[in-house]
C-alpha cells in the first residue's frame, strides 16, 4: 500500500513539474498555457504515452468545483472591488445578458451543425458561453490592454461562470423533468443569483471585519482563514440554494479591496494556491478526454469554434454592452477577447453525470471548440489589440512592489507607474513630477534593480516609479501620469529681468528658513536648479536676473559666475571642512565655470540669457 501511495505522489509531483515546464514554454512561444496542459494530461491518460486509466466524470467535476472556487478566489482577491467597480456595469452586462446570448447563439448552431436535440445544442452553448477566469488571468498578466477592458473582461470571467452553470443545470433538469420549461430556468436564474449576491456580500463584509479586529498568532494562519472564508462562502450560498461560485467571487472581491492583515501573505498564497488549482484541473480534464473520440467531432467543430468567434460571442457583445461608454474598436477587442478554458471543459461533465443520452458526444465537442477557439484567440490578443490601438505602455494588471495592506490602513496607497518609450518626463528629474505634498517617490525600479529616489535622481524611459500617497490624493496623482507622457514638463521659466547695467553685487548671507529650496530667492524667480544636494540642503541654481546661488552649510552666497565660482573654490580650500563638502564645493565650481565655457561670448545660453555677462557685468 504504500509503495502505491509513493507512486500516486510521484506521478501528480511529476505532472506538476511538467506543467511547470509547460508554462515556462508557452510564455516563450505565446501560446496560452491551458493547450499545454490540457495536452499534457492527454499525453498522460489511457491512450497516450503515460497509460493513466481515468474515466471518472463525477470524481473530475468535484474536483473541477475545488479548484475552479480556488481560482475564482484567487482572481477577485487580486482584482479587488475599487478595480472591478469602475466597470462593474460592463462586466455585469457581458455576464448575463452576453453570457446567455452567447449560449443560445452557438447552442442553435451546435443542434444544426450536429444534428442533435434542441437542448442538447443549448447544453453545448451553455458551456462553451463562459469565458475562463484562469485563462483570462493568464493572458492579462502578460498584456499591455488597456486597464477598462482588462478589468472589464475579469471582471465578466469571475462572475461569468455561475451563469454559464445555471444553465448547464437547468437545460439538463429540462430534459430531464416533464413541464420543466423557460419560466423555471428563468426563476431558478433570477433565485440563484440573487441569493448568491447577497450570501457573498455578506460573508465578504463580515470576513472583513473578523480578519480586522482580530490578531492571530502568526501571519501564516491568515491564509488558513481566507480559504475557511470561501469555503463558507460557497456552502452557505449552494445550502441557501444560490449560487456558491459567485459568493466565492464576491467575497473574494470585498478581501482583495480591504485592508486586511498579512495582504502580502494572503495574496501570495493564493496565487499559488490558484496555479496548483489551473495545473491540476486542466491536467485532470486532459486525462477525461480519449483522442480517439475527438475524429469524430474534429471538421464539425471547427465550424462550431467558427461560429463562436465570429458570430456568437461578437454578437452578444455588442447587444451586451450597448449602453456601456466603448467605441467600436473596444467593444470588437471585448467580442474577441472571451477565452474558453478549463470551465467550459469542467461543464461538460454535467451532462455525463446525469446521464443526459449523448453526453460524452457533447464533452468531446466542448473539449474540441474549447482547444481550437483558445488558440485562435489566445495567440491573436495582444497582435489585435495592439492594431486597434488598445495597448498602452504599462501592464494590464499591474503588479505592486510594496505591500499595501498596512499602508492603507494608516489611509495611504501606493501607485505603481512606469515610463512609457517617448515620455515627456524621460530625461527629467524626481522634483519635476510635481506631486502633491502628500505624494512621494518611494522607490524605482530600473533594469530590475530598485534604487533609492532623490530629488535630483534623473528618470528613464522604462523607470518604474512606486509613489506614496494618501489614499484622499490617489485619483490626482492618476491624473498626472497622462501630464508626464505627454509634457508640457516643469512650470513655465519666469521672464528674464531687464538687463543690470551695473556689476552684478555679490552677498552672502545665513540661510533663512529649514533649508528647503523655494521657488524664489530674495524675490528672485529660481529659472534653474543645476547642483542639488537636498539630504544636506545644497543647492545650485540660477536666478532669472541672470545671477546664481549656492545654499549650503547654513549660507546663502548670491551673484555672478565668476565671483560666486572664486567663492566657492575658496570654500573647498579651507582646512576646516571635511570630504564630503569639498567635494560638494568642487562639484559647484565646476558647475560654474562649465557654465561660462558652454555659453560664450555673445551665445545664448539654456537660460535665455546672454553668455557675455548673463544680464549683466560678470565681473561683481
Not at 72 to 85: C, D, K, N, P, Y
Not at 91 to 117: E, H, M
Amino acid at each position: 500500500m504504500g509503495h502505491h501511495d509513493a507512486e500516486l505522489i510521484l506521478i501528480a509531483g511529476a505532472l506538476l513539474g511538467a506543467g511547470i515546464l509547460g508554462a515556462l514554454l508557452a510564455d516563450r512561444v505565446r501560446v496560452p498555457g491551458l493547450l499545454l496542459f490540457l495536452a499534457l494530461g492527454m499525453l498522460a491518460g489511457s491512450q497516450g504515452i503515460g497509460g493513466i486509466e481515468f474515466s471518472n466524470a463525477e470524481l473530475a467535476r468535484t474536483l473541477g468545483t475545488i479548484a475552479l472556487i480556488l481560482i475564482l478566489f484567487e482572481g477577485g482577491l487580486t482584482a479587488g472591488w475599487s478595480e472591478i467597480r469602475p466597470v462593474l456595469g460592463t462586466a455585469a452586462s457581458l455576464a448575463t445578458i452576453g453570457t446567455v446570448l452567447t449560449a443560445v447563439v452557438a447552442g442553435f448552431a451546435a443542434k444544426l451543425i450536429f444534428d442533435i436535440g434542441t437542448l442538447e445544442g443549448m447544453i453545448v452553448g451553455a458551456a462553451i458561453a463562459a469565458t475562463d477566469s484562469a485563462a483570462i488571468f493568464a493572458v492579462l498578466r502578460r498584456s499591455t490592454l488597456e486597464k477598462r477592458l482588462a478589468r472589464s473582461l475579469e471582471g465578466e470571467s469571475g462572475m461569468n461562470d455561475p451563469v454559464a452553470l445555471l444553465l448547464v443545470i437547468g437545460f439538463i433538469e429540462w430534459i430531464q423533468e416533464p413541464g420543466y420549461g423557460l419560466a423555471d430556468m428563468a426563476a431558478l436564474l433570477a433565485l440563484k443569483l440573487a441569493v448568491g449576491i447577497a450570501v457573498g456580500y455578506l460573508i465578504g463584509r463580515l470576513a472583513v471585519a473578523a480578519l480586522s479586529a482580530v490578531r492571530l498568532p502568526t501571519d501564516g494562519i491568515y491564509p488558513v482563514a481566507t480559504i475557511a472564508i470561501a469555503a463558507l462562502a460557497y456552502g452557505v450560498a449552494e445550502i441557501a440554494h444560490g449560487s456558491g461560485l459567485l459568493a466565492v467571487y464576491l467575497a473574494a472581491l470585498a478581501l482583495g479591496g480591504a485592508n486586511i492583515p498579512a495582504r502580502r501573505t494572503v495574496v501570495a498564497f493564493h496565487e499559488g494556491l490558484g496555479w496548483v488549482a489551473q495545473l491540476g484541473l486542466f491536467i485532470l480534464l486532459g486525462l477525461l478526454v480519449f483522442p480517439s473520440q475527438l475524429d469524430d467531432v474534429a471538421l464539425k467543430g471547427l465550424a462550431l469554434s467558427a461560429v463562436l468567434i465570429l458570430v456568437a460571442r461578437p454578437l452578444a457583445t455588442f447587444a451586451a454592452t450597448a449602453l456601456a461608454p466603448l467605441n467600436v474598436r473596444e467593444r470588437l477587442m471585448l467580442g474577441w477577447a472571451g477565452l474558453r478554458g478549463a470551465t467550459p471543459i469542467w461543464l461538460a461533465t454535467f451532462p455525463v453525470v446525469a446521464g443526459i443520452a449523448g453526453g460524452e458526444e457533447e464533452f468531446a465537442i466542448v473539449f474540441f471548440v474549447v482547444v481550437t477557439s483558445t488558440l485562435v484567440q489566445g495567440a491573436s490578443f495582444e497582435p489585435l489589440a495592439t492594431r486597434l490601438g488598445l495597448t498602452t505602455d504599462e501592464p494590464a494588471l499591474p503588479r505592486r512592489l510594496l505591500e499595501s495592506g498596512r499602508i492603507r490602513r494608516m489611509g495611504g496607497d501606493v501607485i505603481a507607474y512606469r515610463i512609457p518609450e517617448g515620455a515627456a518626463i524621460a530625461g527629467h528629474r524626481v522634483r519635476e513630477l510635481e506631486l502633491p505634498r502628500e505624494a512621494l517617490v518611494n522607490v524605482i525600479v530600473r533594469d530590475g534593480s530598485a534604487m533609492p529616489p532623490r530629488g535630483s535622481t534623473e528618470l528613464q524611459e522604462g523607470d518604474e516609479l512606486h509613489i506614496l500617497v494618501r489614499s484622499e490624493l490617489r485619483d490626482e496623482v492618476e491624473g498626472l501620469t497622462g501630464h508626464w507622457a505627454k509634457g508640457p514638463i516643469g512650470k513655465p521659466a519666469p521672464p528674464a529681468l531687464p538687463r543690470r547695467g551695473a556689476s552684478q553685487v555679490f552677498t552672502v548671507r545665513p540661510a533663512r528658513g529649514d533649508g528647503e529650496l523655494g521657488e524664489e530667492i530674495d524675490g528672485i524667480p529660481i529659472v534653474r536648479v543645476m547642483r542639488d544636494r537636498s539630504e544636506r540642503g545644497a543647492y545650485l541654481v540660477a536666478l532669472a536676473d541672470g545671477r546664481y546661488a549656492v545654499l549650503s552649510s547654513g549660507l546663502v552666497a548670491i551673484g555672478g559666475r565668476r565671483a560666486l565660482a572664486g567663492w566657492c573654490e575658496g570654500r573647498a580650500a579651507r582646512e576646516d571642512v571635511d570630504a564630503s563638502e569639498r567635494a560638494w564645493w568642487q562639484e559647484v565650481t565646476g558647475a560654474l565655470i562649465a557654465r561660462g565655457r558652454s555659453a560664450g561670448p555673445g551665445r545664448v545660453d539654456d537660460l535665455g540669457v546672454s553668455g557675455s555677462g548673463l544680464g549683466g557685468a560678470e565681473n561683481g
